[in-house]
Structure formats: structure tokens, C-alpha cells
């Protein structure tokens, strides 16, 4: 099974990851608890965009050594990627080394429309990093969710701050400005959405219509 192994590590390296996968499947085939042969497979795999295939190698690897942290982390990635967030939160918890757990948990409470939970994460992570503009942004999505227009303020305006390619975090704090009836405000990001490159759809227009015309 070694031999096979090296083999296929020698084809992965030289990025011919079919090979590579087939020499990593006949050294698990000779030893099922071979976990770095599975890892480096899920890799492959990766490689491949078989993620299905990847997800059993991370999800075998796990199994036969359960403080894999590299799996483990592998295993967030994918599940938290592919919508499987109450999944994604349960294996994030159990991760000591993963660096985006914490981040992953709080997205994933906010994706599964928990509110309550998803605050209390996002809160923490920018205490820690208060100039991730994608958590700064997700804060104020999370005000805006639970009606919460006036809290969402300052976060969308510090997000778009940070990142002011983002044409929907514009167009979004356009929209608070408007329905706050601060319509100069509405009219300045509108258009800042427009200059990203926001599609000007009718809504868009008539929005931006009935701003310019309610700030004098």
C-alpha cells in the first residue's frame, strides 16, 4: 500500500490527479485504515471538483482518527459551502484548530435564520477583527432580518466603508436611508450601487425616482 501511495503522491504532484486518485484508492483498497491515503485523496478529489468523492475521503479520514483536524477542517469547508449548515455548525464546534470556525458558525446561524444565535457570534468575531467588512456587513443583514433598521445603520455604513466594491451592500444601505426617509442619503448610495455595476432594473430606477424627488 505504501508503494501506491507514493505513486499517487508523485502524480498529484505533477497535477495528473485522475492517476493520482486511482493509485490512492488501490493503497486504501490494500489498507482501509490507510487515513493519509484518504486525506490526500480527498484532496485529489478536490482538485477534480469530485466533491462527493472528496467528501467521503475527508469523512473516512475523520472516522478512523477523530482528532484530524485537517479533515475535520475540510469537512466545515464543504458542508458549510454546500448549504449543510446545522452540520457545518455541529463538526465547526468539535474543530480545535480550525481558523474560520468560529466565522463558519455564525454565517451558518444567520443562513438557518437564528437570529438570536447568529448576533452573539457575529458580535464576538468583531470584537476580535473589527475591520472584516464581509462580518461587519453580515451584522447589519442579521439587524436588518429582525427588524432591527436603525441597529443595521452603522454596521452597513462601516461595511461599505471597508469594501466599496460591494454594489448590494450599497444598494441595501440605500434602501435603510430611504425607508428612514433620509432621502439625500438614498439618492447618494443609489447611485453609488449603480457605479458598481448594480443592475437598474425598474424597482431600482423607480426607487431611485421617488428619492430624488422626496429630497427636494
Known sequence: STYYFKKGVEEKDAKRYQVASKYFGEAIQLNP??????????????EMRKIDEAKQ????????DPGNDAALKELVELNYNYRHFQKAIDLAQK???CPNAEKVIAM??????DYAKAEQKLLV?????????????????NYLEMGLEQKALPYYVKAVQLDETRSNWLFE????????N??????VYFNKAAG???VQNNDFNENLGFAYLYSG
Open 33 to 46: 485504515s490507510y487515513t493519509v491515503a484518504y486525506m490526500e485523496n480527498g484532496y485529489t478529489n478536490l
Open 57 to 64: 475521503n475527508f469523512t473516512r479520514a475523520y472516522e478512523l
Open 108 to 113: 451558518s446561524y444567520y443562513q438557518l435564520e
Open 125 to 141: 468575531l468583531l470584537e476580535n477583527n473589527p475591520i472584516d467588512a464581509e462580518i461587519t456587513y453580515i451584522t447589519g443583514r
Open 95 to 97: 474543530c480545535r484548530n
Open 196 to 198: 458598481k455595476g448594480f
Open 173 to 180: 444601505l440605500g434602501l435603510i436611508y430611504y425607508n428612514n
Open 182 to 187: 433620509d432621502f439625500k442619503n438614498a439618492v
